[in-house]
Each structure stands twice: as C-alpha cells, then as structure tokens.
C-alpha cells in the first residue's frame, strides 16, 4: 500500500490550494480515505475524512473552506482548500483505513502518506 500527497506549497492567506493522494494498493471506493495535519509543535490532528460509506466529516475549523472529494477511477483523494488562514500551515497527510471507530482518531487509520508541506502567510 502506498500513499502519496502532492500540491503543498506556500502561499499568502486567502488563497487556495488542492492537494491530492495519489494511491496504490488501496480501493479508494472501500476504504475511509483521510486527511490530517500536524503544525511544528503540535500534535497530528484530524482535518476530514470521506467514509467509505459516503459519509464526510470535517473538523470545525475547516468546515466550509476545505472540501475532500476522491475519484474512483483514479485512485485518489484530493483536499480543496480555500480561503486559508495562517493557522492552517501545517503537514498534511493522507490517511486510509477500512474500518474505524473514532474517524477523527489518527490510530485508527492503517495507512499512511509522507506528507506534504502547506505554508500559508499572512
């Protein structure tokens, strides 16, 4: 199984960004595909998560900024992000497990990306 992000990148607050996880060895269509962050000091937290039942979570924060989508055929997960904030700097990962039962718990989450940097300045 791999997981891997890409579209990280430092921009000023405002902007947009669309990361995407590319996968291999998972079937996006049945597994909750997940995205989390970690901020320098800070401990990795949950951003959303796209079930694999069609449900989607977001963390407060992001709600009505960030939108996850995935396509099927291609195998991959994408995170839109808009109107971001300086708090929003962080890693990103991509994340993907089967079953869970805290969505928003990292440790529930089989599979891992290697993440990829968002820098947003103000």
């Known amino acids: 199984v791999q997981l891997v992000e890409s579209g990280g990148a430092s921009v000023q607050a405002g902007d947009s960004l669309t990361l995407t996880c590319a996968t291999s060895g998972v079937t996006v269509s049945r597994y909750s595909m997940g995205w989390f962050r970690q901020a320098p000091g800070k401990e990795r937290e949950f951003v959303t998560t796209?079930?694999?039942?069609?449900?989607?979570f977001y963390t407060d924060s992001v709600k009505g900024r960030f939108t996850i989508s995935k396509d099927n055929a291609k195998e991959s997960v994408y995170l839109q992000m808009n109107a971001l904030k300086p708090e929003d700097t962080a890693v990103y990962y991509c994340?993907?497990?089967?079953?869970?039962?805290?969505?928003?718990?990292?440790?529930?989450?089989?599979?891992w990306g290697q993440g990829t940097q968002v820098t947003v300045s103000s």
């Open positions: 796209f079930s694999w039942t069609g449900s989607i």
């Open positions: 994340a993907a497990t089967r079953f869970y039962t805290d969505y928003a718990k990292a440790d529930d989450y089989d599979y």
